[in-house]
């Protein structure tokens, strides 16, 4: 039996394994791909959320707003050209 954890503390323990058994199985690449694609998920998520906040903006500054949130200030400046202070961000 395998030890519990607050992160699957919530979870069926059979649901657990199938679950666990899912992720031995799957090769080093779709591994790889399953964590870009849950990124994608999220940033696509807080995307959307930037979108909520400031109806009518673009597509650029949607993807800019949003980078912002994981980025400091100096590097959005180095690679974007973009001041998220200047922007109300």
Do not use: N
């Amino acid at each position: 039996m395998m030890p519990r954890s607050d992160w699957y503390s919530d979870t069926d323990p059979q649901a657990l394994e199938v679950f666990l058994e899912c992720q031995r199985r799957m090769s080093a690449s779709e591994k790889v791909q399953a964590i870009f694609s849950l990124t994608r998920m999220v940033f696509d998520t807080a995307q959307a959320e930037m979108r909520r906040r400031h109806p009518g903006i673009d597509e650029r500054e949607a993807f800019l707003r949003t980078a912002a949130l994981h980025l400091d200030r100096e590097t959005m400046m180095r690679v974007y050209g973009w001041d998220p202070e200047s922007a109300g961000a």
